[in-house]
Nanobody
Framework: QVQLVESGGGLVQPGGSLRLSCAAS????????MGWYRQVPGKERELVAR???????NYADSVKGRFTISRDNTKNTVYLQMNSLKPDDTAVYYC???????????????WGQGTLVTVSS
């Protein structure tokens, strides 16, 4: 069993900043990637940013230069620093991880419960 616990969402004015956190816990052999996706009603969930354990990171074009993903591998935690927020960034943000399970060494994809980010004046 692997769980993700997110925190850090809320209401912020345009131009403001927020930092999201997501911690993975449970039966984990290793983590292959951690990242953030977002979804607004009526639209598909989209990638915001992702970081692989190999050191690769990728961002959605819409957030490049404004958002930064980082990880604390000692805590199995991923962060998303969001600056210069815009109303279009309003969405439910979901943490995502791909882990390798102990014993079986199978891959497992896990989603967090989501945290709402609202950018509005």
């Amino acid at each position: 069993q692997v769980q993700l616990v997110e925190s850090g969402g809320g209401l912020v004015q345009p131009g403001g900043s927020l930092r999201l956190s997501c911690a993975a816990s449970g039966s984990i052999f290793s983590i292959r990637s951690m990242g953030w996706y977002r979804q607004v009603p009526g639209k598909e969930r989209e990638l915001v940013a992702r970081s692989t354990t190999g050191g690769d990171t990728n961002y959605a074009d819409s957030v490049k230069g404004r958002f930064t993903i980082s990880r604390d591998n000692t805590k199995n935690t991923v962060y998303l620093q969001m600056n210069s927020l815009k109303p279009d960034d309003t969405a439910v943000y979901y943490c995502n991880t791909i882990v390798i399970l102990p014993d079986t060494y199978k891959y497992l994809e896990v989603w967090g419960q989501g945290t709402l980010v609202t950018v509005s004046s």
